[in-house]
């Protein structure tokens, strides 16, 4: 679904747009391609940034809603892990923790 698809359906559900949030979750698209809804696409990522007081209530909401516009249902972090990835104790929620202080691509 395109930026501005996600941003009319936040007028329609808030009366107000977050391109920001839209921004942000698929700020790795231009480098890792589909592979980029593992980083931020879950409900792991969605919940950091709520933690932080990045996001208020909201934006978390806009955010789920983009995350099952895009992957049909909300995800988590374990949605995402290859069986070897399982095997190796290996989390994407600690890769997004990591990725999310670098600036945005572009």
Known sequence: MKRSEHCKRDEELFGKSF???H???DRFFPTH???HRRLTHHVEYVRMRFESGDWNHDECISALMHIIDDC???M???DWLTPQEMFE???PVDMAKTLSHLPFPG
């Open 19 to 21: 391109p920001h949030i």
């Open 89 to 91: 104790g290996k989390w």
């Open 23 to 25: 921004k942000e979750l």
């Open 33 to 35: 391609n589909i592979l």
């Open 76 to 78: 988590s972090a374990t």
């Open 72 to 74: 049909g249902k909300v």
